[in-house]
């Protein structure tokens, strides 16, 4: 089992900043690739970006150049620095853990762009 914990969401204005975590805990050991998606009100969850064990990044077309993951294999903390927001990345974002090919998800955090 594998426990995932999202923080860093909240209101930002168009055009600000927000870095989310994601802490995963339990049995860590097998997690291999590790990443962000989002589901927006009325919309299929997307792939927001991933990164894998060895920091091999992947991002959606539309967050690209403004989102940044990263992670910290020491602390078993998986981070995306979302700039240059706006009001269509507003959404809940979850974290998503890759173990051994079973995927779990963490309950999600909630990131409003106001315009």
């Known amino acids: 089992q594998v426990q995932l914990v999202e923080s860093g969401g909240g209101l930002v204005q168009a055009g600000g900043s927000l870095r989310l975590s994601c802490a995963a805990s339990?049995?860590?050991?097998?997690?291999?690739?590790m990443g962000w998606y989002r589901q927006a009100p009325g919309k299929q969850r997307e792939l927001v970006a991933d990164i894998t064990r060895g920091g091999s990044t992947n991002y959606a077309d539309s967050v690209k150049g403004r989102f940044t993951i990263s992670r910290d294999n020491a602390k078993s903390t998986v981070y995306l620095q979302m700039s240059s927001l706006k009001p269509e990345d507003t959404a809940n974002y979850y974290c998503a853990a890759d173990n051994s090919g079973r995927y779990y998800w963490g309950k999600g955090t909630l990131v409003t762009v106001s315009s």
């Open positions: 339990g049995s860590i050991f097998s997690i291999n690739a």
